[in-house]
């Protein structure tokens, strides 16, 4: 019972009173049984079996040890200090008139007579005398034509007293003293009822081992409270069986354990449903099946408490708990509870196949909003509204992973904690989607039956978006699965085109060559930095780049190569920018840098920078310079077009002065520059 415990109570706060509280119970009981049997030790002679309504008749445990037999007959035994004899009385209830059989579970010795009074003989068994018939069903007389008979008919007639005597040899091949032989006595009907119980005993047994191991191999405490189920009704079984009554004191009343195993069997049962209930997903068909055989196992509990009153169960009550036990079991391993550690059950569901549901047409608008989200934040705050406006108001937390991070978003504060707090747990289910279906999703529950719902929203390999909404606990969902799908898929389609859009924008900006912006973006973005610093009256500068004698590489490697080292220097001059530098390719072997922000001397800092990076570039097969032209905003008539023309100028000083150097243009006058010759 402990795993229906929050793991707390399984602090050393909590287990060590438990333990200590169980261990003084155990030696309560140990008390009690010594106890028990002291006091039976006093009773002289134990009971002898009578018969009543209720047990029509029973036999002692105890066999009862004479000295010798009573009849005069039986003592012309040979060697009678060889033998020990034992009577057993037998009174038969007047009420029952069925056929007996006394059997034994072993016979280890080599002499067991049994005397049978001589009414209702049989014809084909020995008769000594006038009073008794013998049973002979020692070791010593086996043979062909008697085998190893364990079971004998007993000729008892109702009302009647039946003496019944029984000589052993002393010695038994395995020295087990009579007092302990297994033996019962059945009518015809219990006879069967034990053979059934025993095999259903097998049956428990061996699903008690399997449901053992899978704990054990899948190191879950949540196979154990079938495990103690199994156990309590496999002690039911033996105890039904008669062979526990032979290892308890005899004080005890059998008829009351078998009816406290029997409940605790019942108690067992209710427990494993309820466990059922909180570690597996609760589909609307499992919370029907679990309610049903919840509801049977309580009526089975209840009709067995007040109806049957405290007797032992009849066969059709053990037939219905046997078959409890073997649908509890098929239950486990059909719902499959989650495994240890892991604070939630997680199950991927297929998509639904029905269509998604039209919106409306103020819905389809506030949707369509989100093509014109360039920041991923306010796309993100755009997703959350509307989740919000369809969705009354269910908690929704937005997952975006991109290098490498994970970042969360929601309007609720609550649910963006929770997730964080568990974020390894959901992260990784949700990772596996991508690779489903686009409409398949992940449920999560957690101990409190709380579930989450975790959806794919992006195709984007290099940001992923993931939402998970919280619908509610158990079935009372705020929302329907279908409600959540339909909005996921909606976001889903408008996402899709509003990345196609971007991908395309962003191809149209860029040289197809060497990934560098084009000279129109780069017009487009330049005109606005260069506006921007204006009103803050900040300096930018504009480098002109051009490499030197690129002709000749073409001519000596091919055009090809001439393509592959134009793209390495692009990516050389590119690589020793700032991040806010603006570099296009402005045609042929032509780069224009925009900095931003940039006064001529800082400048002049960078051009050196970028043209020591491209002279000492070794991996192209011949050395390649720069030559670099430096214009500078000065006033607010400065245009890009005017800058372009001034740097451009400065950079074919450059290339006149003896190329691999910088030419400052007029509006870097004040500039005292020392470049390095040649
Ligand atoms: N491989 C390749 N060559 C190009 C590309 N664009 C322009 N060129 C070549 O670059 C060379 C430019 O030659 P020029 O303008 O004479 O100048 P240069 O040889 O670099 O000499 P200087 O500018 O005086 O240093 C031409 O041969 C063009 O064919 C291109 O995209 N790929």
Not at 31 to 49: D, E, F, R
Not at 292 to 316: E, R
Not at 555 to 569: C, K, S, T, Y
Request: hydrophobic share 40%; proline share 5%; aromatic share 8%.
């Amino acid at each position: 019972m402990m795993v229906f415990l929050p793991r707390r109570y399984l602090s050393g706060r909590y287990l060590q009173p438990a333990l200590s509280a169980i261990c003084f119970l155990l030696l309560l009981q140990l008390s009690l049984m010594a106890w028990g049997a002291a006091a039976n030790k006093t009773i002289a002679t134990p009971p002898v079996a009578t018969g009543t309504i209720n047990h029509p008749v029973s036999l002692s445990p105890y066999l009862v040890p004479i000295t010798s037999p009573s009849d005069s007959l039986l003592q012309t035994e040979s060697e009678p200090e060889r033998y020990l004899w034992y009577q057993l009385n037998l009174v038969l209830s007047p009420d029952f008139s069925t056929d007996w059989l006394l059997v034994f579970s072993r016979i280890p010795h080599p002499v067991l007579d049994i005397y049978l009074p001589e009414n209702k003989l049989s014809t084909n068994e020995l008769s000594l005398n006038r009073q008794y018939q013998i049973k002979r069903m020692g070791v010593d007389s086996l043979s062909a034509s008697n085998p190893d008979v364990r079971t004998i008919r007993l000729p008892l007639t109702s009302g009647q007293t039946h003496k019944l005597l029984i000589k052993v040899s002393k010695q038994s091949s395995r020295n087990l003293a009579p007092e302990l032989w297994p033996a019962s006595l059945y009518s015809l009907s219990e006879y069967r009822y034990h053979a059934l119980s025993a095999s259903l005993q097998t049956i428990m047994l061996a699903m008690l081992g399997a449901v053992l191991a899978t704990a054990l191999i899948k190191k879950t405490y949540l196979y154990l409270p079938l495990g103690a189920h199994l156990s309590a009704i496999s002690l039911l079984l033996v105890a039904l069986n008669g062979s526990l009554f032979r290892l308890i004191p005899y004080n005890i009343d059998p008829g009351q354990l078998v009816s406290t195993v029997t409940v605790l069997t019942m108690l067992s049962a209710l427990a494993c449903y309820l466990n059922l209930f909180r570690v597996t997903r609760l589909t609307p068909k499992t919370i029907m099946t679990l309610s049903g055989a919840t509801l049977v196992a309580s009526g089975l509990m209840f009709g067995f408490v007040f109806a049957v009153d405290n007797t032992v169960p009849s066969l059709p009550l053990v037939l219905l708990l046997c078959l409890q036990s073997i649908s509890l079991t098929l239950l486990h391993y059909l719902l499959q509870p989650g495994q240890k550690k892991q604070p939630f059950t997680v199950n991927l569901i297929k998509g639904a196949e029905s269509k998604r549901r039209v919106f409306s047409q103020h819905f389809r608008e506030s949707l369509l909003q989100l093509n014109q989200q360039d920041d991923n934040n306010e796309l993100t705050e755009h997703i959350l509204d509307i989740i919000d406006g369809t969705l009354h108001k269910t908690p929704a937390v937005l997952l975006q992973y991109e290098n490498n991070e994970w970042q969360l978003s929601s309007h609720s504060t609550k649910a963006k904690q929770q997730i964080d707090r568990e974020l390894e747990h959901f992260v990784s289910p949700l990772t596996q989607l991508p690779d489903h279906d686009s409409d398949d999703q992940i449920h999560f529950q957690d101990k409190q039956g709380n579930s989450f719902w975790g959806f794919h929203l992006n195709d984007d390999a290099e940001r992923q978006l993931f939402l998970v909404l919280f619908p509610g606990k158990y079935q009372r969902e705020t929302i329907t699965r279908q409600q959540a799908l339909d909005l996921c898929s909606h976001i889903k389609t408008i996402l899709k085109a509003n990345q196609q859009t971007r991908f395309w924008q962003l191809q149209a900006s860029l040289d197809p060559l060497t990934g560098l912006l084009n000279r129109n973006r780069f017009f487009q973005e330049a005109e606005q930095q260069i506006e921007a610093c204006k009103q803050q009256q900040l300096p930018c500068s504009l480098l002109f780049v051009d490499i030197d004698d690129f002709k000749r590489i073409n001519d000596q490697f091919g055009h090809p190569a001439g393509d592959r080292i134009l793209v390495e220097i692009a990516h050389q001059i590119r690589d020793s920018l700032r991040q806010q530098d603006l570099i296009a390719r402005y045609g042929g072997e032509e780069f224009v840098i925009l900095l931003p922000v940039t006064s001529a001397w800082q400048g002049t800092r960078i051009a050196e920078r970028v043209r020591t990076r491209v002279e000492r570039y070794t991996a192209s097969p011949m050395p390649v310079t720069l030559s670099l032209g430096l214009a500078v905003t000065t006033g607010e008539a400065d245009s890009l077009n005017q800058l372009i023309n001034e740097a451009d100028n400065a950079m074919y000083t450059a290339k006149k002065h003896g190329k691999n150097r910088l030419e400052a243009g007029p509006s870097c006058s004040d500039l005292r520059l020392s470049w390095p010759e040649g």
